[in-house]
Every structure is written in structure tokens, then in C-alpha cells.
């Protein structure tokens, strides 16, 4: 049987970079994903052109319908997966007027819930010696500082568990449609928060894994650094070749070497 890898939201930037990694590397199937069919087809036939073999499958991460059609896919045609890099994400500009509590709202519906919602489907057919790699950023670093002392320690706290992340991030909506956010011990990143929540959950699910009668299913997370991508603008001093690199070094690490673990540049830092 095939081995097969997924890559979420990866018809253009760091999520493409990541697919075309895989193509080279992985010895299996890999899927690229998007939300738009059109934009997806044609990403695969930009790497065709290159000579590289991806799958497309569409997905829409805050869709469970579209969800659970990725998840009969998978399992009608493949029996599982193998490789779930967790890439799909979203984030408002700077300068975006859009109301703070919408910003919270969207950033933290996509980047966290819809991660999780898809982390939900496809975990439990992870096969063994799988890996799954989530994309964070350090931006959630930064937020965690300004976040209270209390959510600090809450955050870091790692026997959390999922039904409480869930709580926190939910409170941090409510209090940013009512303007008390800060109040409440929240940072005033509504990017910075849903990535904390994305950062937090990769360490619940690797807990998980660890007591999980598969062997060898390792789950890590990173941040792919500031890169040149519709996401982040023209400025930032990476490609989106960099950075995808650590994502396609995660999809490829050894038994043991690493679990429940945030990296930048292929090495594990402190949360």
C-alpha cells in the first residue's frame, strides 16, 4: 500500500514550498489541498510541469463537510495516511481595520478550530510511524509574553488538556467582540492568539500519541520564520522555500527524536 502525505492549504506560498519538498523526498503519495478547486488544479499542474507527481483534493479546514470528504477519500482509497502537515492558515494585514473582535473571531475559527476540527478526522488514521507536523509561529511566543501571568502559566502548563484550550480561546473571542481582551489577561494578537492555540494543541495531541497504541506517531510544531508570501507581504527576508524547510525536516525525523516540540530552523526552542 502507497504511503500518502497531505498538506493543508497548500496551493500557493509556504504550503506549496512544502508540497514540492515532499514531492522530491517522500517516497508516496502527496496530496495537495485547497479550498478553491481552480487555484488547487492549477498548482498541481505548475509542479507537473516540473516534473513533479501531486494529488489534489479540495479542503476547506473550517467546512466539516469538506472534512469528512478528505476523510472517506483517504480512507476508500488508501486505508490511511501517513504524513498531516497542518499548514492552512489565515492572518488580517497590519494595518486592517477590520473590528478587533471579528479579526479574533476569523484568526481563531481558521488557524486553531479549523485545525483542530481537521486534526479530529484525520489523527485516528495516522498509521503507524507517522508524522504529523503543525505550522505555528513565533508570533505566538510574543503573545504569550503579554499574555497575563496567570494565562502564562496556564498556556505552558503541559498536562492542559484540549477541553480547556478550547475554554480559554473561546473567552478570548468573547472578551475581544466586547473590547476587554486585554482586561482579561489576553494579548492583543488575534493572530498571536489562535497561533497560541495551534502551539498548545500540538503538545496535547503529541501527550496523546505517546499514550496511543500506534507506534512511533511523532507530532511536532514550527515556525516558518517571516517569508515572502500573499500572507506576509513582499519585505520579509525569507522565501517561502525556507521557509517550508523545517515543516519537510519534521515529515522526516527519526523515531524518537522528537516529540510534542516547537522548532525553528530544524531546532527545537523554548514555548
Known amino acids: 500500500m502507497s504511503r500518502v502525505a497531505v498538506v493543508t492549504g497548500s ?18 503519495i502527496v496530496y495537495l489541498t485547497a479550498r478553491n478547486e481552480k487555484l488547487g488544479q492549477e498548482a498541481v499542474q505548475k509542479l507537473k510541469s516540473e516534473g513533479l507527481n501531486a494529488s489534489f483534493h479540495q479542503l476547506d479546514i473550517t467546512n466539516e463537510q469538506s472534512i469528512q470528504a478528505l476523510k472517506q477519500h483517504l480512507q476508500d482509497k488508501h486505508g490511511g495516511l501517513d504524513v498531516l502537515v497542518n499548514n492552512a492558515g489565515f492572518a488580517y494585514k497590519g494595518a486592517d481595520t477590520t473590528p478587533f473582535g471579528t479579526q479574533a473571531v476569523d484568526s481563531v475559527g481558521i488557524n486553531f478550530f ?33 499574555c497575563s501571568a496567570e494565562l502564562q502559566a ?5 498536562s492542559m488538556q484540549e477541553e480547556e484550550l478550547v475554554t480559554l480561546l473561546n473567552k478570548f473571542i468573547e472578551t475581544a467582540k466586547a473590547g476587554k481582551h486585554k482586561e482579561n489577561g ?30 512511533d506517531i511523532l507530532v511536532n510544531c514550527l515556525c516558518p520564520g517571516w517569508c515572502k508570501t500573499d500572507m506576509a507581504g513582499d519585505k520579509a527576508p525569507r522565501t517561502a522555500a525556507e521557509g517550508a524547510d523545517t515543516a519537510i525536516f519534521l515529515a522526516f525525523i527519526k523515531p524518537k527524536e522528537s516529540q510534542g516540540q516547537f522548532f525553528y530552523n530544524r531546532k527545537p526552542i523554548e514555548f
Request: proline residues 2%; positive net charge; contains cysteine.
Open 11 to 28: 496551493n500557493k506560498g509556504i504550503g506549496l514550498e512544502i508540497v514540492r519538498g515532499l514531492c522530491k523526498q517522500f517516497d508516496g
Open 114 to 146: 479549523g485545525t483542530m476540527a481537521l486534526s479530529k478526522a484525520l489523527l485516528p488514521m495516522v498509521r503507524p510511524h507517522g508524522r504529523v507536523v503543525n505550522v505555528s509561529s513565533q508570533v505566538s511566543q510574543m503573545a504569550i509574553k503579554k
Open 154 to 158: 496556564r498556556f505552558r502548563d503541559r
Open 186 to 215: 489576553f494579548a492583543d494578537s488575534a493572530y498571536g492568539m489562535s497561533k497560541i492555540g495551534v502551539t498548545v494543541l500540538t503538545f496535547i495531541q503529541a501527550r496523546e500519541m505517546e499514550k496511543d497504541s500506534r507506534e
